[in-house]
Structure formats: structure tokens, C-alpha cells
């Protein structure tokens, strides 16, 4: 009889057998799968055959997170990651190498744009921002540059610019470059940038994709080939994502359709009324008629979305008046929750501009940002209310 320590490892390591299929994709919480004998992890690990021996190389719930967001996409493959960011940089460098130039568009989310000048800059990737809604200027950049990637948000963080997906990849392909789209803000439900000819889409899954503000995660979805060109850097990188957090991001999944409806009713509603206030300089909503992406938004998204920002004529000091006085919303930097969030863009998620970059990426020193969440349109209002007050107050 082996000892007590050897029996209590195999007795807790031993998994149950399970013929049946669970009714959701339950947490392989193991770092390790092992093998009948070792040519088999061998096989596992080469890939000639299917299977797990890893979990940073691959692990059954994170796989089906990927699968999942590729199939709500429409893309044959994904891959699931441990942030937004992280899928972000391992879908770049998968198409880049050193010595070339990526063509970005202007206003992207703060700590995406650190990526591409702070970081891949030092390992000589140079980038050239451009305005979205300027197919000219896009043109001329990648004609100039000869740039492998276009890089766009379909909503973009913070000012809420609808880009024109189709025409972008038109252009994008004319010059032999591929088109990366972040689509964390309109997520699967409000656009599926592969049907309007994206090359790669990625996904901060810690927003709308989960929805419930508790688990950080990310995504990136493709063809089969160029998601295979992707799984190395996951894997030598180590962006893998935990089995208990794709577990989380699964369990918001099924709700997205749901979720982005009340998000979208509500925050139009919102956005109508904010428009019509005393110290509100302008509101950015592509659901508002007269937004300038409104016309591209018709045709593009299915939902509007959740996302609004919104001017005070007052600027920083009124902003600031605004987010202390709010008592439902949340004062943070996440977005795409049950709860609302407002945040002010320039001392936050964009905090990395200086004054001229941020004027250069259209953000005015008052913008505010709101991710609408679930709550009842009658309390938001009430304390969308309570902010105005104060910034008028703190700014007369
Ligand atoms: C548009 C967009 N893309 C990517 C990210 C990065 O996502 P994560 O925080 O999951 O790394 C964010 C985060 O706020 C974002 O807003």
C-alpha cells in the first residue's frame, strides 16, 4: 500500500469520467493534461494529433471561448486571450515585421496607441495615424507607407467615430494590406466587421463579451491560417487566458443580444436628452440623426450601442464637477458592464496624450464618456441631472 501523501494525490487529482455533456463548458482548472504514453504527448504537443498537454498552449474552456466569439463573428477560427491587449499585440505582431509602418487610425483607445508608439516603435515599427473618415488620407498613408496593416476601431475610444468598415477594407486590400479591427465597443451583436471584409477582429473580451464587469479577457478571430500564424505568440508570449475567466466570459455570452438591445434603447434615449441641456456643448452617438456617423452607422451596425460621450461647455473643471456628483453611475475605467460607467477620457483611459495629441485625436478637455449600462433610464437621467448641476455650479 503506498503511503498517505501518494494516496491523497492520486485520490484528489483522479478526474471523473463524464459520458454525458454538461449543460455549460465547465472549468478544466489543470495546468497539465497527461497522456496513455509518451508518444502521445509528443503527437499532442507537434500537433499531428488533436489534444491538450499544456494549458498556456491550449486548454479546452478557453478553446471554446475562442470558438464561441469566432462563431458569433462569423470568422472560421479564434483564439481567446488573458486581456484585450494582449490579443491586440499578438494579432499585430503576427502580420509585422521590423522596418515596416503601420497605418492606424487616429483616435484609438490610450494604452493601444502605447503599444504602437512606445513599444513596437523601440523594435522598429514605426505608425502613421490617420483620420477614419478620410478615405484620401487612409489611401495616400498606406500608398506612402506601404504598411501590412490598417488598423481601426469600429466605434472608437472615446470619441464614438462610426468607421466606414467596408470601404476601409476596399482600400486596405487595394494596397495588399490586411484589416485589423478592434471591435470591443459595437461587439458580435452590433457589428461583424469579417462579413464587410475585415482580415482580423479583436475583442477586450472584459466588456461587452462578458458584460458583467468582473473577469478580464480578450479575443481575436480570423481565417483559419492567419489565427495559426497567431497561436505561437500566445503561446512563446504566455498571453494565455484562465480557464475560471473564459468560464466567466462564457456565462456573459449567451445574454449579448439582450444585453446590447437595453444598452442601446437606453443610451439613445440618454443621448436625445443630454442633447438638449443647458452646459452641453455636443453628445457623440451614431444613434443621434444628427451625428456625422450616423449615415455609416445605419448601414454598418445592427444596435447602436451602449457607448456615448458627451462636451460640457465648461471643459476639465466642469468635467470633473459632473463625475463626483454622479451617485448610480461608476467613477472607472471600464466600460461595456450591467453597471454605468463615466469616465473622463483625458485624465483617464487617454491619460498617456499630452494636451496636443489629444486635440489631435478630436478629445476636448471637457469630453466625458459613458458606458450606458442596465439600470432604469429614470434613475440614469436623474443622475446625468445631478451632474449637469454641479458642473454648471462648479463653472458659473
Ligand atoms: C476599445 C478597447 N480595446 C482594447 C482594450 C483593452 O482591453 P483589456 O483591458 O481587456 O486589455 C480596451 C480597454 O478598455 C478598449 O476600450
Same mark, same amino acid.
Given at each position: 500500500?503506498?503511503?498517505?501523501?501518494?494516496?491523497?494525490?492520486?485520490?484528489?487529482?483522479?478526474?471523473?469520467?463524464?459520458?454525458?455533456?454538461?449543460?455549460?463548458?465547465?472549468?478544466?482548472?489543470?495546468?497539465?493534461?497527461?497522456?496513455?504514453? !509518451? +508518444?502521445?504527448?509528443?503527437?499532442?504537443?507537434?500537433?499531428?494529433? =488533436?489534444?491538450?498537454?499544456?494549458?498556456? /498552449?491550449? $486548454? *479546452? @474552456?478557453?478553446?471554446?471561448?475562442?470558438?464561441?466569439?469566432?462563431?458569433?463573428?462569423?470568422?472560421?477560427?479564434?483564439?481567446?486571450?488573458?486581456?484585450?491587449?494582449?490579443?491586440?499585440?499578438?494579432?499585430?505582431?503576427?502580420?509585422?515585421?521590423?522596418?515596416?509602418?503601420?497605418?492606424?487610425?487616429?483616435?484609438?483607445?490610450?494604452?493601444?496607441?502605447?503599444?504602437?508608439?512606445?513599444?513596437?516603435?523601440?523594435?522598429?515599427?514605426?505608425?502613421?495615424?490617420?483620420?477614419?473618415?478620410?478615405? !484620401? +488620407?487612409?489611401?495616400?498613408?498606406?500608398?506612402?507607407?506601404?504598411? =501590412?496593416?490598417?488598423?481601426?476601431?469600429? /466605434?472608437? $475610444? *472615446? @470619441?464614438?467615430?462610426?468607421?466606414?468598415?467596408?470601404?476601409?477594407?476596399?482600400?486596405?486590400?487595394?494596397?495588399?494590406?490586411?484589416?485589423?479591427?478592434?471591435?470591443?465597443?459595437?461587439?458580435?451583436?452590433?457589428?461583424?466587421?469579417?462579413?464587410?471584409?475585415?482580415?482580423?477582429?479583436?475583442?477586450?473580451?472584459?466588456?461587452?463579451?462578458?458584460?458583467?464587469?468582473?473577469?478580464?479577457?480578450?479575443?481575436?478571430?480570423?481565417?483559419?491560417?492567419?489565427?495559426?500564424?497567431?497561436?505561437?505568440?500566445?503561446?512563446?508570449?504566455?498571453?494565455?487566458?484562465?480557464?475560471?475567466?473564459?468560464?466567466?466570459?462564457?456565462?456573459?455570452?449567451?445574454?449579448?443580444?439582450?444585453?446590447?438591445?437595453?444598452?442601446?434603447?437606453?443610451?439613445?434615449?440618454?443621448?436625445?436628452?443630454?442633447?438638449?441641456?443647458?452646459?452641453?456643448?455636443?453628445?457623440?452617438?451614431?444613434?443621434?440623426?444628427?451625428?456625422?456617423?450616423?449615415?455609416?452607422?445605419?448601414?454598418?451596425?445592427?444596435?447602436?450601442?451602449?457607448?456615448?460621450?458627451?462636451?460640457?461647455?465648461?471643459?476639465?473643471?466642469?468635467?470633473?464637477?459632473?463625475?463626483?456628483?454622479?451617485?448610480?453611475?461608476?467613477?472607472?475605467?471600464?466600460?461595456?458592464?450591467?453597471?454605468?460607467?463615466?469616465?473622463?477620457?483625458?485624465?483617464?483611459?487617454?491619460?498617456?496624450?499630452?494636451?496636443?495629441?489629444?486635440?489631435?485625436?478630436?478629445?476636448?478637455?471637457?469630453?466625458?464618456?459613458?458606458?450606458?449600462?442596465?439600470?432604469?433610464?429614470?434613475?440614469?437621467?436623474?443622475?446625468?441631472?445631478?451632474?449637469?448641476?454641479?458642473?454648471?455650479?462648479?463653472?458659473?
Amino acid at each position: 500500500m503506498s503511503g498517505f501523501s501518494t494516496r491523497a494525490i492520486k485520490a484528489a487529482t483522479t478526474a471523473p469520467k463524464v459520458d454525458q455533456i454538461p449543460s455549460s463548458v465547465p472549468i478544466y482548472q489543470a495546468a497539465a493534461f497527461s497522456t496513455a504514453d !509518451a +508518444a502521445e504527448l509528443g503527437d499532442v504537443l507537434t500537433g499531428a494529433i =488533436p489534444g491538450y498537454a499544456y494549458s498556456r /498552449i491550449d $486548454n *479546452p @474552456t478557453t478553446a471554446a471561448l475562442g470558438d464561441a466569439v469566432a462563431a458569433l463573428e462569423g470568422a472560421e477560427a479564434g483564439l481567446a486571450f488573458a486581456t484585450g491587449m494582449a490579443a491586440i499585440h499578438a494579432t499585430i505582431v503576427s502580420v509585422v515585421r521590423a522596418g515596416q509602418t503601420i497605418v492606424a487610425t487616429k483616435a484609438v483607445y490610450g494604452t493601444t496607441r502605447d503599444l504602437l508608439v512606445r513599444i513596437l516603435s523601440g523594435l522598429g515599427i514605426a505608425t502613421e495615424f490617420v483620420d477614419p473618415r478620410d478615405p !484620401a +488620407a487612409v489611401d495616400a498613408a498606406l500608398a506612402r507607407t506601404g504598411a =501590412p496593416i490598417l488598423y481601426v476601431e469600429t /466605434i472608437s $475610444n *472615446p @470619441t464614438i467615430v462610426v468607421s466606414d468598415l467596408a470601404a476601409l477594407a476596399t482600400v486596405a486590400h487595394s494596397h495588399g494590406a490586411l484589416l485589423l479591427v478592434d471591435n470591443t465597443f459595437a461587439s458580435p451583436y452590433g457589428c461583424r466587421p469579417i462579413e464587410l471584409g475585415a482580415d482580423l477582429v479583436m475583442h477586450s473580451a472584459t466588456k461587452y463579451i462578458s458584460g458583467h464587469g468582473d473577469v478580464l479577457a480578450g479575443a481575436v478571430v480570423g481565417s483559419r491560417d492567419r489565427i495559426a500564424a497567431i497561436r505561437p505568440i500566445l503561446i512563446d508570449v504566455g498571453g494565455a487566458l484562465a480557464p475560471l475567466a473564459a468560464f466567466l466570459v462564457l456565462r456573459g455570452l449567451p445574454t449579448l443580444a439582450i444585453r446590447m438591445e437595453r444598452h442601446t434603447q437606453t443610451a439613445l434615449e440618454l443621448a436625445a436628452w443630454l442633447a438638449g441641456q443647458d452646459g452641453v456643448e455636443r453628445v457623440h452617438y451614431p444613434g443621434l440623426p444628427s451625428d456625422p456617423s450616423h449615415e455609416v452607422a445605419v448601414r454598418q451596425l445592427h444596435v447602436f450601442g451602449g457607448m456615448l460621450a458627451f462636451e460640457l461647455t465648461g471643459g476639465r473643471e466642469a468635467g470633473r464637477a459632473f463625475l463626483d456628483a454622479m451617485m448610480v453611475a461608476e467613477r472607472t475605467a471600464s466600460l461595456g458592464a450591467v453597471r454605468t460607467i463615466t469616465t473622463a477620457p483625458p485624465s483617464t483611459t487617454h491619460r498617456q496624450l499630452d494636451a496636443a495629441a489629444l486635440r489631435e485625436a478630436g478629445i476636448a478637455p471637457g469630453l466625458l464618456r459613458c458606458s450606458v449600462g442596465l439600470e432604469d433610464v429614470e434613475d440614469l437621467r436623474a443622475d446625468f441631472e445631478l451632474g449637469l448641476a454641479a458642473a454648471r455650479a462648479a463653472t458659473s
